[in-house]
């Protein structure tokens, strides 16, 4: 199959992703639980393919993300607490896999220090305040299992730090797909805790809905245009 049907066919499937996405909302919307989930879960596989149609190279480590991505999306679908504790887990494999990925593109001789130490600090410093604000709820809510909350925040402000060194260190075409698709995660995982120990309504799970959506389909097509 030549490369013109593949991207006709990868633009096919970009379109099927926006219209589950949008009927993700809908049901929302509409309060439809149950029809709701039969589009959540099937967003990650129809983006494995768009990643496959679209681009030439893939990777190995992209297709183990969307794998544990989309687990833990089937498991957070319903949000008890049961099926969050065991869900956080395998988000935080499917960022580790983005992050193992994305490092070996930087060249550490050609980044600055000071600004890395800038960086760093800034995001760090911005989760650990996201954790101490929320520390009341997560405790509760956690309890023994708080340390997943904390590797789950960690892993997603060293993603945004990743992504961003790589536009200094060893500019390349897709990473500004990186920069962003990672910081709208980083919402959308603040979005999701809020949902879950905050306030859980209509409006807030439509951001968190559509900035994970938004999120990761930036990602792999940062990805796709890096590798």
């Known amino acids: 199959m030549n490369k013109e049907v593949l991207g006709i066919f990868s633009y096919i499937i970009l379109l099927i992703y926006t219209l589950f996405t949008i009927g993700n909302l809908y049901m929302i919307l509409q309060k439809k639980d149950t029809e709701r989930s039969f589009f959540n879960v099937l967003l990650m596989p129809i983006l494995a393919l768009f990643y496959f149609l679209k681009f030439k ?99 997603n402000a060293t993603l945004c730090i990743i992504a961003i060194l790589n536009a200094f260190s060893n500019y390349r075409s897709g990473v500004w797909y990186l920069i962003f698709g990672s910081n709208l995660f980083l919402l959308s995982s603040s979005l999701f805790l809020f949902v879950v120990f905050i306030k859980n309504n209509r409006f807030f799970n439509l951001c968190l809905t559509l900035t994970y959506a938004i999120a990761k389909l930036l990602l792999i097509i940062g990805f796709g245009l890096l590798i």
Request: hydrophobic content about 60%; charged content about 15%.
């Open 57 to 155: 190279n893939h990777n190995i480590l992209i297709y183990l993300s969307i794998f544990s991505f989309w687990i833990g999306d089937i498991l957070c679908t319903k949000r008890n607490k049961k099926n969050i504790i065991i869900g956080l887990p395998l988000f935080i494999i499917g960022i580790a896999l983005y992050i193992v990925k994305l490092a070996t593109f930087i060249k550490i001789s050609e980044l600055n220090y000071l600004l890395t130490i800038v960086i760093m600090l800034l995001y760090f410093g911005l989760v650990f305040f996201e954790i101490i604000i929320s520390y009341e709820y997560a405790i509760e809510y956690f309890k023994g299992d708080i340390i997943y909350l904390y590797i789950f925040a960690f892993v």
